[in-house]
T-cell receptor, first 112, second 116 residues
Framework: KQEVTQIPAALSVPEGENLVLNCSFTDSAIYNLQWFRQDPGKGLTSLLLIQSSQREQTSGRLNASLDKSSGRSTLYIAASQPGDSATYLC???????????FGAGTQVVVTP | NAGVTQTPKFQVLKTGQSMTLQCAQDMNHNSMYWYRQDPGMGLRLIYYSASEGTTDKGEVPNGYNVSRLNKREFSLRLESAAPSQTSVYFCASHEAVGRQENSPLHFGNGTRLTVT
């Protein structure tokens, strides 16, 4: 069974520092990997989707890498801002109809 | 764009009561999902519908039923609510089965259910 782990569970950084969030998965047979953001009391918003054939994806200050062979993905957020405070979840798509296996998330606080 | 809309946003039930959570998407997506999110357990799939007219069980289907009413709507029913069903429920959709490589999942804002 695919297991997805995110460490650390919580992270606090001062504004302006770069954020590095880690995601690991046990089975490299994935269709894609997605990073989501969740604000308190809200649903999840997809940030980046990396296809299984890709090594990274970028959107603005966000960059996500994927190393399938080692079962790892990293989300980098450059020059963090207080508005980046949220919980970040990663998920891997494990079959053709789109079943996702989620990590438990990393709660990020960016202090002014 | 409305995206994925869930109703109600909050609900309190007594043990044994029934209710239906509604979900509708306006993105013409084929696949729809119901998840529950609990502290320490993450997101767990309850049921999914790969296309209109089909539904299948996910990881935690016991105590729930679903209906894919049409392409837009996918409802979740609790026939006899139990305290263990206290959770936040999310509906999600994406474009199509078989096109996973370009298909991020879109979520609604959730229904916060408390069963006393």
């Amino acid at each position: 069974k695919q297991e997805v782990t995110q460490i650390p569970a919580a992270l606090s950084v001062p504004e302006g520092e770069n954020l590095v969030l880690n995601c690991s998965f046990t089975d490299s047979a994935i269709y894609n990997l997605q990073w989501f953001r969740q604000d308190p009391g809200k649903g999840l918003t997809s940030l980046l989707l990396i296809q299984s054939s890709q090594r990274e994806q970028t959107s603005g200050r966000l960059n996500a890498s994927l190393d399938k062979s080692s079962g790892r993905s990293t989300l980098y957020i450059a020059a963090s801002q207080p508005g980046d405070s949220a919980t970040y979840l990663c998920a891997v798509t494990v079959n053709s109809w789109g079943k996702l296996q989620f990590g438990a998330g990393t709660q990020v606080v960016v202090t002014p | 764009n409305a995206g994925v809309t869930q109703t109600p946003k909050f609900q309190v039930l007594k043990t044994g009561q029934s209710m239906t959570l509604q979900c509708a998407q306006d993105m013409n997506h084929n696949s729809m999902y119901w998840y529950r999110q609990d502290p320490g357990m993450g997101l767990r799939l309850i049921y999914y519908s790969a296309s209109e007219g089909t539904t299948d069980k996910g990881e935690v289907p016991n105590g729930y039923n679903v209906s894919r009413l049409n392409k837009r709507e996918f409802s979740l029913r609790l026939e006899s609510a139990a305290p263990s069903q206290t959770s936040v429920y999310f509906c999600a959709s994406h474009e199509a089965v078989g096109r996973q490589e370009n298909s991020p999942l879109h979520f609604g804002n959730g229904t916060r259910l408390t069963v006393t």
